[in-house]
Nanobody, 125 residues
């Protein structure tokens, strides 16, 4: 089991910055990847980026590349989403999630089984 608490949302003008945090408890933090997602009103939930387990490699959706940075501190059980050069289209509720893996034979299935409660980010023009 993993429990996640997202925080750090707020309102900012376009071009500004915000830092979101995701505090985790339960399973060993370094054993799973953390993903960030967002959902704008009336739209489907969108993948923002991911940071892998121990090695910490990252991947971002194209719309945030170069502006957003995900990091993690395994000693503090915390992942961070640093958002710079924010745009009005970044307005959404942001969620962190923990990835689980299930391996059967040579096949591994990954799922986002655990989610934080979401934190609102509003970017005004």
């Amino acid at each position: 089991q993993v429990q996640l608490v997202a925080s750090g949302g707020g309102s900012v003008q376009a071009g500004g910055s915000l830092t979101l945090s995701c505090a985790a408890s339960g399973r060993t933090f370094s054993s799973y990847a953390i993903g960030w997602f967002r959902q704008a009103p009336g739209k489907a939930r969108e993948f923002v980026g991911i940071i892998r387990e121990n090695a910490g490699s990252t991947y971002y959706t194209d719309s945030v590349k170069g502006r957003f940075t995900i990091s993690r501190d395994n000693a503090k059980n915390t992942a961070t989403l640093q958002m710079n050069s924010l745009k009005p289209e970044d307005t959404a509720t942001y969620y962190c999630a923990a990835e689980t893996k299930e391996t059967v034979g040579t096949s591994t299935t990954t799922r986002w089984d655990y989610w934080g409660q979401g934190t609102q980010v509003t970017v005004s023009s």
